[in-house]
C-alpha cells in the first residue's frame, strides 16, 4: 500500500481512517529505514507480522520469486514442495558465492541484503553482551566443530600464501614444494568436549595436548597450565605451530583458559590463536577474557555456536575478531554457497529480541546462574553431598558424587547409572561423570576421559545455567534429582555407609 | 486418536462415523509404517498435512519437546522465536554429534530417525535416477563445495592413518612425524566453475591442473585429457597424489569428464578418486558414467548438490559411494553437530514426490532439453547465430555468439553485454561466456577463464535444462532472447555487417 | 522497502540489483493498484505470498495492529492465541457495524476495505460466470440457509415499512399495530432440501407447498407447476403472499424451476421473489434463467452458495439482485458485526484464481458433467440399470435402480442399503433416493420424501458434477459403484430376478 | 507412531530412545483421552503443537480428507486455495446440517466432534467465570446480534407451535392461521448500543422502549426502571408480549438491568426473557445476577459474545441457558450449516488458555479494573474533572466532560472533537458521549442518543477494563489523555474557564 494505492484506496474509505491505517503502514517501513541506516538490533523486537512480512520483501527481491521470469541456469532456486519454500520464506539461493561466503549473489539481491544485516546485528549484539573488541563478526552456517575447521584451514592458508612469498614458489613447480615447510601443530589445553579436538584432525592438523592443573589456591577449579603450553610449543618449535586453540566456555570444574596469558604466548611466539568461545557470549567472565586478551596478545578469532548463545535451532556458528581481515580470509576460504536457514534463524531472532530483549535475557541468565547455585547448596547440604568449589566458572557448577562412590564401595557404573536414572526422569543436560574411562580419539588417548584431567578422581554431577533457563528448570531438577538420589540409594547404597 | 481414543469418541458421534473416521487416520499411520519398514520413496507422494504430522510427531519424540522436562544443560534446542520453532516443525537439535555426523542423538531421538530415514530415502532416490552402484549416501548439511573439501580431507585422514601404520608413529613423537610423506597433490582436468577448484585450496591441497582438449572426432565438444592426467600424475609421483577429483556435470560445450578412463587410472595409480556430479543425477549419462567407473575403476565417492538435483533450497549436498565405509569415513571426519535444515527440506521434498513423481520429473526434465535443442536451433536459424556441435552434454548447451563479435568488431565487453540485457529482461541462468579474461584463483592463474581451455576463442551463451524447468520457460527465453539480440544489434553491431 | 529504504539499500548491495529487486517489488504494488482501480478479478491469479502480503498490509491498517495503541474498550479485537491470530492474518474485527453489515468499521480500515473489495470480486465472478443481471452482490458470512433468512426477514421489513407509511403507524402506538396487515405466505415449489425449507420457519413465516410435475414431453423431468403456484397464491389471496421462493440448482430428476415463468407471476401479483441458487453459478443454464427471469419479471434476490460455487469451507454466502437497493436492504438488516472468515476464504481464493483460473474452472466442470453422463450411460448399459432422462439438470444426474428393487423383491430397506455401501467405500455425495417415506418438518409433512414429489415412486441414485471435480472421481465412482452393486447383488438379489 | 511404528523404529535407533520418545508421545494420547473424557478445559493449556496435532487428526476423519475418495456430490468440501486449507486445518464442511445446527455430519465426523467438545469446554469456561445456572451452551457461529435474533425467533417458534396446538391449525389451513394470535412485542430496557435493539427489528418484532431511570440513592448511575416494565407490559397485554430482552455488560453510567426483578416479572407474566450478556462473562457482578435471576423467575437464555470474553476474532456467540430444551430450541432452529471458524478459533484458545490460564485472565481482568478506577481517579483530580459515582457495573467507568462542556462555553462539537482526537493519537475504545443528539432506528426515536437515557445531559467518556487489557493500556491512555486534554484545552477553552 504505497502512497498510491492509499490514494485509491480513498474511493472505498473515509479519508481519515486510510490516512490512519497508512500511519500504521508507514511504522513498518520506518522500521526497516532504521534497520537499514543503524545496522543496530531495534530496541524493542519486532513481532512476528512485521518480521514475516521483511522477510518477504526481501524475498522478493530474489530472481526466484520475479514473475514471468525466464530460468534457464543450473540453479534457480525452484522448489518443488511449498512446504519448503513456505518455511524458507521463499527464499532459495542459500549465502554465498563461489568466491566468498560474504558476497553479494546477483540473482539473490534480497538473500544478500539479509545476510549482511545479520551479520551486521550479530556483531551488535556480541557487543551488547560485552564482546567490546569485536571488530567485525560473521555468521557461518555451520556449526562451531566446523567453523574450528574452517578458521584452522584459514591459519593454514596465510601460513601457504606466507611461504609462497617467501620463496616465491607456485603451485607450478610440482616437487620443489615439497620441501616446504608447513606448520603442522596444533596446542590445546585439554577440555574433554570432543568437537574441538576433532576440528583439528578434520583440518589435518596434529593436536598437542596441555593437560590442565588444579588451582595452586586450593579450590576445586582445573586452570590452564600456561607453562605446559610454552613447553609444548617449545618442544616441536614455534615454527611448527600453527596456533593454540583455548577454550572459554566449558563445564565446572574446569575453568575458562587463561586466554591472556595464552594471548600473550601466541605474541611472543608469532603464532596464532583461536578461541572457542562456544557458549561464551552469555557469560561476563568470559567475554571479559577476551576483550583483555585481545588487548595485550593475540587473538585471531574467537567462535561462538549460535544456538548455544541466541536460542536457535543448531546449524550457525559466529566467527568474530578485532582483526576484520582473519574474518574475512575465513569468509574467502568458503568454497560456494550454503543453507541460509542458520542465517534467517538468527536474524528473525535478534530481530525479535531486540536490544531490550537480548540484555534481559542475558541478565536473567546471570539471576538464574546465582539461583542454581544458591538451590544446589542446599541439596548438597540436604544430601550429604559437596558443592564443589570453583570460583571462576559463571555457567557451570558441579556436585561432588564421591559420597555416592563410597556409599556403593566405589562401583563407577552405579554411580554412572545415576545419568540415566535422570534423563529417564525427564531431566536432561545433567552430565555425571566418573573420571575412570580411557578415550582414544584419533591418534589421541586420553585418561579419565570426561573429566578434563588425567588427574582427576572424584566423579561429580554437572548442572549449567545456560541462556533461556528459567528457575522452573531449578526447581524441577532439584526436586527430581533428590528424588531419583533417593531410588539410587534404595537400589545400590550399603546400608552401613548411607548418609541420609 | 488412537483405539481408546476413538472408543471415547462414541460417545460424541455415531460409532460408523468414528469408525470410518478411524480408518482415515489409520492410514497416516500405514505410511508411516511402510516408510520405517521399506525405508524407500513412497510410490505417491504424501500430502503436506501427512509430512506434518509425521514431523510433529518426530518433534514430539526430541527431549526439548517433552513436557515438563528439567533442562540444565548447556544445549537444551531452547528456541526464542516461536517464529523459528515451527519452521523448524519443533526440531531443535540439528543432526550429528561430536563422535559422528549420522550418530543418534540421545536427546533427540525424532531428530535421529529423521535423519537416517533421509538417507535411505535418497539412496532410493538415486537409485531411481539410474545410479545402481550407489552403496550408501549420506547428506551433509553443507554445499558441494564444503561437501567436496569434506571428502578430500576424508582422504587425507586415510592416507594419515595409513601413514601411522606403516610408521608406528603417533601424534605424541613431535618433530619425528615431521619427515613422514602426506599426499598433498590434487589432479583436477579444468573446469571453469570456481568452486570445487577452491575446495582443494580450502583443503589445504594442491591442485595440478589439466587443461581439457577439443573432442577429435570434429564437434565442438571440449573433453577430458586423459593422458594429460596421466602425466601431471607422473610429474610428481603417484605416492604424492592423493586423489584425481573429476566432474560430470557442466556447461557445454564441456562435456562430463571421462570418469571412466579417470577410474582406471586412479586404480591403475593407487590414488584416489573423487567426482564432482553437482548436478549429474538428473543426467542418464553422467549416471551410466559413474556405474561404469565404479565397476572397472576407483571412485571413493560422487557429490551432488541436493538444490540443484531435488529441487530444494541451496545448503545441502549428498556424499554417495559404492563403498560405504567411505561414506562412514566421511561422517566421522565431522566434527560436531550441524544443521538439520537441509535434511528436513530433502526429507519432507522426498516424501512429497513420492516415486511417481521423482521418476516423472526426471522424465520431464530429458523431454524439456530434447525440446530446448530444438528450440535453439531454430532461434540459431533465425538469427544468424550457430548451435554448438556438443554430443555428450544432456543438460548444457550453448549457441555460438561469433557472429556477434564479428558485427561489433571484435568488441569483446558489447558481447559481454548482451548477459546483462538478458538479467534485466528476467532471463535469469543464460551465461554469456566471451574466452578472452584471465583469472588467478590461489596459486593458479587461469587463461580464458569461464571457457574452461585457455585454447578456447569463439564467445556463447550458455543455457541449460535443469530439473523443474518447464517448456514455458523456454518459451520465454526464446522470445526474449531474440528481442535482446534485436536491441543489441541496434545498439552495437555495425550496419554494414549485421546478418539480420 | 519503498524509494527511501531501497536508497539504503544500495550501502549494501550493487544498484542495479537493487533496482530490479525494487521492480519485482513494485510488480506487487502495481498488482494492488489495479485491484483497487480495476475491482475485477485480476487476469492471472495471485501467488500465496502477494496475497498473505497484501493481507497483513490490510491487517496493519486494523487498530489491533497499531502499534503501541492505547485500547480502553469492551472491544478491541485482543486475541488470546497466537495460532489464532496467525489464521486470521492478524484481523480481529469482522466485517460489518450495528449499522450496516457492508458500513466500514472506524477501528478496522483494512478489514473493511477488504469487504468492500471482496463484495467488489464476487460480483465480476458472477458476472464471469454468466450471471449478467448481477448489479450488486454482498459476500454474508452466514451459510445460504440463514442468507435466505435474511433476505426473508428483509421482504418483512419492506412489507411493514410499507404498512407503515400506509397508516401513518409507529411502534409507540402499542395495540393500534395488532390489525395491521402482514404478509406471511411464502409460496415454495417443493423441492427436498431441507434447508430452504426450514429458513422460511425460522423467518417465522407460513410455506405454502407447490409440488412439482413430470415433465409433460415424457422425460422423467419434474418441472414446476407454473398453475400450481397461481393457485396457492389465489388461495390465500396475494396480498398475503410474501414472496415466492423458487429453487435453481437441484439433484436431478427435478429441474431447475422456471423462475422466468414465477418471476412473470410474482410482477403481476406484486409479491417477492427470492431465488435459491445454492450451486447455481456453476450452471450455464441457472444463470441464463436468472437473466431472463429479471429482464421480464421480479426478481429480488439470488442467493449463492460460497462453498459450493467458489471451493471455499462452508460459510458464506452472496446474495446478488439485480435490484441494488434490495442487497442493501438485507446489508441494512444485518444486527451487528459478522465473522471477516468466509469473506476473507473467498477474498483469497478469487485472488488466487483470477480469471482465467475462474473461468478455466467453469469450463471444465461442464467438461466432466458431459463425461460424467457418458460413463454413467455405459454403467447403465453394463449393469441393466437407465440413466434417467433428465434433460434441463446440467449438474445432477440419477441411474434408477428400479431393476434393483424387483431384483430384491421390492424390499426398500436393502435399495437403501446400497447408500451406505457406497460411503463405506469412500464414495460421498452419490445419494440414494427411495420414495417411500413421509416425514414431517415443522407444521407441513412431504409424502416420499428425498424425491421432491408425492407422485414419485420409482428409486434411484443421485450423482453430480460440482465445481472442482476431475474425472478421476468419476472413474474411481465408476469402478466402485459396480463392485458395490456387484456386492449388492451378492447379498440382496434373489437368483431368478437378477439382470447380469 | 503407535506402537507397531515405534517397534519398527527400534531397527533405526536404540531402544531407549525410541521408549522415551514413544512417552513423549503418548502424552498427547494422554491428553485428548482426559478431554474426550472429561469434557472440561486442561489444567493447564496445551501448547500450539499439540493443538494443530489434534486439529489435524479431527480433520483427517472428515470425508474430504479420505485418500483416494470418489466425490460425486455437489459439496464436497474440495478446497481450491491451500492457503485456505492450511488456516482451515483442512477442515471444510463446516457445523449444522439442515437438520440442526449441533446435528452430527456423516461426512465430517471430526468436524462434528470438534464442535461437541468446543461446546462442552465453553460451557465448562462459563461455569468457571460463575455462572453456576448455566446447564447447556451452545457456540453459535454468528456474532451476539443474530445470536439475539435466533433467541427471539426460537421463542416465536415456541409461541406458534403452542398457538398450532391450541388451535390444532396446520400450515395448510391457509386463511385460518390468519386470525391466529402472535406474540410480537419485545419489551426492551434502552441500552444505546445499536445491535441488540436492531436484533428486535430484524426478527419481524416490535420493541418497546422502557427508559431507565437515576439511581435513588443519589449516585451517577442509570438503572433499570421495573416499573417502567411492568407499565408497558401491561400497556399492550402480556398476551402480546413475546418476552423481555435485558442487557447486564453496559457502559457507565449505565448499571446491568436488574435481570433479578425482570425474571420475576417475567415469570409472573408468563412471557419469555433473554438476556443480552454481551461481555458479561468477565463480570463477577453480571454472572452474580443471572445466577440469582435463573433461581427465583424466568431466564431463557443468554447469550454472549466470543471476542469479547475469550478472545477470539469477531464471529461467534454463546447461546446459555439453565433451560437445556431452549438452547436445544435454537439449535433446531439454525437452517442449514454455518461457518466452523469461529468455533474452531474458541476451540484452540480454551485448549490454550487451559483452566489456569482462564481463571488468571479473569482475575488479572478484575485487578486491572480497580487500577484503572484507581488512575482514572487521580486523572480526573489532575484535570480538574469528576469520575461518576456508578458503582454496579465492574467493567465500565466514566469521567465526567462538564467541565470541558463549561470551558468551552457549552460547544457540544468542540466536545466530541476530544474523541478524534484522542483515536488519532491511537487510543481506541475512549468513547465520548455528549447527549445532545436525537437518533432514530426503525420505527423509534431516541433523545440523547448514545447516553442511554433521554434525561442525561452531562457529557463524559467511557472507558473500559476488558479481559486482556493490561496496566500498560491504562498507563498510555492516561499519558494520552492528559496531554490530549492540553491540546484540546489550547484550542478550545476560552481562557476565563479553563481550570488548570
Known sequence: MDEGNLKLAQEFLPEEYVRQGGVSLGGRARAVRSLLSQRQLPRQGWNEASISAFLDELATMDSNNFADRAGVGEREARVFSPLVARRHFGLGHGVGRSGELAAVQPKAAGSSLMYKLANALVLHALRLAGMRVAKKAIIVPTATGMALVLCLLALCAQDEEANREEHGSSADDGGASESRHARRYVIWPRIDQKTAFKAILTAGLTPLVVEPRKCPRGSDALVTDVDGVRAAIESVGADNVLCILSTTSCFAPRTPDKVVALAELASEYGIGHVVNNAYGVQSRRCMGLLNEAARVGRLDAFVQSTDKNFMVPVGGAVVASANKAFVDAVSLLY?????????????????????????????????????????????????????????????????????????????????????????????????????????????????????????????????????????????????????????????????STSTS
Open 335 to 495: 568454497p560456494g554457497r550454503a543453507s541460509a536457514a542458520p542465517i534467517v534463524d538468527l536474524f528473525i531472532t535478534l530481530l525479535a529480541m531486540g536490544e531490550e530483549g537480548w540484555t534481559e535475557l542475558l541478565a536473567s541468565r546471570a539471576d538464574v546462574f546465582g539461583y542454581a547455585q544458591a538451590e544446589l547448596a542446599q541439596v548438597a547440604e540436604r544430601t550429604g553431598l559437596r558443592l564443589l568449589d570453583v570460583r571462576g566458572n559463571d555457567i557451570s557448577m558441579a556436585l561432588s558424587l564421591d559420597a555416592l562412590s563410597s556409599e556403593c564401595g566405589g562401583d563407577d557404573d552405579a554411580v554412572t547409572m545415576l545419568g540415566s536414572m535422570l534423563f529417564v526422569r525427564s531431566v536432561s543436560g545433567a552430565r555425571v561423570v566418573v573420571p575412570s574411562k580411557t578415550k582414544t580419539i584419533g591418534p589421541v588417548t586420553f585418561a579419565h576421559y570426561g573429566s578434563h584431567s588425567s588427574a582427576s578422581s572424584e566423579p561429580y554431577v554437572n548442572v549449567a545455567a545456560a541462556i533461556g533457563m528459567t528457575s522452573t528448570d531449578i526447581d524441577r531438577f532439584v526436586v527430581r534429582f533428590e528424588k531419583t538420589l533417593a531410588a539410587w540409594r534404595k537400589a545400590h547404597a550399603s546400608p
